[in-house]
């Protein structure tokens, strides 16, 4: 196999493992006014994610970072085409983190109402967004025979990607649901159970909408494995929530997304941003790489580094597995402590 394929699918696996792992934290933070609805139940939620939501990050900046270095044709045309969108979702990201490290600062409810705000709409435009962006590229862009975008802004908001976007907010939400009825104890555990009920059939639906429009577009052999796989292991856990299963429902929802993603990834092979331009140059594995020599050096790199990151990630999640309520936050929390 070549090294631009091997690299292709490792770009597949960290997106995967990003949207699978900071899709519940989106969806959390976007859930923050419904099951929220005092200071000690959103505590409770920011808890849940607080030990991991930052090293969940991580696998967009390794995603990034790896574009970058391997497929720099690729990470150049992304940057500059999707320039806004990418923006707005780096600025709410940045809001976001902020709002999670800074709410505890002051025992004031204004200020802390307005944190709040920050971590919803830092979730929401993310969790929109990149289904967006996401769409986009599998969709094509212009761009030209110098493998330069030439389209603008207003033409990446076009049915296909705006479903794209809906499903993703949807998935997030439901995956989020899931993540908090699996952390936490009492009502908010059986509140979040049948909020992720509800949204579960919103999800599945666009779900099925958009997979079934990519797969009739650009779809392959395998990418409808991929998708019916993804669709079997949504349906299977809103089942198993339905059951009370709270553990095997995140499995199934874990699942869901990151076959989702594997199968755009393989619908998208062996173009990594093709071109809607009937003269354009479409951006492939081949002519978007970089040198074989800097492929090498990388291989070896991930080959050491990436099992370390994995361990310290699960390790994390061991560590801090055990649920949560309203009877472990302190009333009233001073300024300066807790979450």
């Known amino acids: 196999m070549e090294l631009t394929t091997v690299w292709f699918a490792l770009i597949a696996i960290l997106w995967m493992g990003y949207f699978a792992l900071e899709g519940f934290d989106f969806g959390v933070g976007m859930l923050l006014p419904v099951l929220g609805r005092d200071d000690r139940r959103r505590r409770v939620l920011i808890n849940t994610i607080g030990p991991v939501w930052d090293g969940n990050e991580v696998w967009l900046l390794v995603a990034g970072g790896a574009t970058f270095a391997a497929f720099p044709e690729w990470y150049a045309t992304l940057f500059s085409g999707f320039y806004l969108p990418l923006l707005l979702i780096l600025v709410a990201l940045i809001v976001r983190g902020l709002a999670f490290e800074y709410r505890h600062k002051r025992d004031d409810t204004a200020w802390k109402g307005r944190w709040d705000a920050a971590i919803i709409v830092g979730s929401v435009v993310p969790a929109f967004l990149w289904g ?8 094509g862009v212009a761009i030209d025979a110098d493998l330069e975008y030439v389209g603008g802004f207003f033409e990446l908001l076009n049915p296909y990607a705006l479903l794209g976007g809906a499903m993703t907010l949807l998935l997030f939400l439901t995956h989020g649901a899931v993540f908090v009825s699996l952390k936490t104890d009492g009502p908010i555990r059986l509140e979040a159970r049948a909020l992720a009920a509800r949204t579960g059939v919103a999800a599945a639906a666009v779900t099925v909408a958009f997979l079934a429009w990519t797969q009739l577009e650009t779809g392959t052999g395998a990418s409808l494995v991929a998708f019916g796989a993804a669709a079997v292991a949504l349906v299977a856990g809103l089942v198993a929530l339905g059951a009370a299963r709270e553990g095997w429902a995140f499995v199934g929802t874990f699942v869901a997304i990151a076959l989702g993603v594997a199968g755009l990834f393989l619908a998208l092979f062996p173009d990594v941003m093709p071109t809607t331009l009937a003269d354009g140059t479409s951006l492939t594995t081949t002519n978007a ?5 800097t492929l090498k050096i990388m291989t070896v790199v991930a080959a050491i580094f990436t099992p370390l990151v994995l361990l310290y990630q699960a390790w ?24």
């Open 132 to 139: 967006v962006a996401f769409a986009n590229i599998l969709r």
């Open 316 to 339: 994390t999640y061991w560590v801090f597995r055990k649920r949560i309520s309203e009877h472990h936050i302190p009333e009233p929390v001073l300024a300066g402590q807790g979450s």
């Open 289 to 293: 790489a970089a040198t074989a020599y």
